[in-house]
């Protein structure tokens, strides 16, 4: 009975599987997903059907599932096919690399889009207690919330700006070191309404762009602040796909775990999607 956690696939379901595979996933076993499942990679909507299948594995929410759903907003709102491709919902997500999710989302059946929506919309934003043996952990995509939460927040019951900040916000991963300093700072009275040595687990922002490179040039999970911060975005989503890098942490024990964009794609029929 282990506790994992990934973050920003953006598409590579094949990574996503392999991973699955490598720490031998079970039912007994609890997986968090802390946003970007899909988008500048081919297979989201896949990892989207399969993940929401499993009643232990949980999904918080990133800003490429916000796209998607102010996306499919919009949509729906339209009269015409013309005035939503000409509109800044879709041309930001777009911008964002929503093409092909769009598309394979489109191609599935009315009742599957449905389902699948409703699964967004009701997702998860922070996770404020998760406590792991002797260790407290804070589940986000981005960044915490500017107030205290005693129980999971829930994208359906946050406010717009409060769910905007909480998947978009890099405080804490840009600015150099004084601005990281002074994002602690800003927050100190937060901190110390949560247990001692919390822990903030979250994606967004690739570790590479933190420095934080294995011997291959690929990202490996970073450990910020004293131990205050971990960064899991390991990079799935780099240009040249062959150099994605996945990683998944347990947190019973912290150890991490990789899985290289050079592992071979698995075409896999998608089980159920109901596809035309």
């Known amino acids: 009975m282990s506790t994992y956690v990934m973050s920003d696939f953006h598409g590579r379901h094949d990574l996503f599987m392999a991973m699955l595979d ?27 059907l399969y993940i929401m299948e499993k009643k232990n594995i949980f999904l918080i929410a990133g800003n490429h599932e916000l796209l998607f759903l102010d996306a499919d907003k919009k949509y729906r709102s339209c009269l015409l096919p013309a005035a939503f491709y000409y509109s800044d919902e879709w041309m930001l997500w777009r911008r964002n690399g929503g093409m092909d999710t769009w598309q394979a989302y489109r191609a599935l059946r009315k009742p599957v889009r449905e389902k699948l929506i409703d699964y967004l919309e009701n997702a998860i934003l922070a996770v404020p207690n998760l406590i792991i043996g002797n260790r407290n952990f804070y589940l986000c995509h981005s960044t915490h919330a500017e107030r205290y939460l005693e129980m ?38 937060l901190y110390t309404k ?15 762009f933190l420095n934080c490179r294995g011997c291959d040039g690929r990202g490996r999970i970073w450990h910020g602040r004293q131990g205050h911060l971990i960064d899991i975005d390991c990079g799935c989503a780099v240009r040249v796909p062959k150099y994605a890098m996945l990683g998944c942490l347990r947190l019973e024990d912290m150890k991490e775990f990789y899985i290289s964009g050079s592992y071979p794609e698995k075409h896999r029929k998608i089980s159920g999607s109901g596809q035309k």
């Open 194 to 208: 949560y247990p001692p040595k919390t822990v903030m687990v979250f994606g967004h922002t690739p570790t590479s």
């Open 22 to 48: 490598k720490i031998g996933f079970s039912e007994s076993d609890t997986l968090y997903i802390l946003g970007d499942i899909a988008d500048r990679g081919p297979s989201g909507i896949e990892t989207y």
């Open 152 to 189: 999971p927040l829930y994208l359906k019951d946050a406010k717009p700006e409060e769910a905007f900040r909480i998947v978009w916000d890099r405080s804490y991963t840009e600015g150099g070191s004084f601005g990281r300093l002074r994002a602690s700072m800003e927050y100190h009275d």
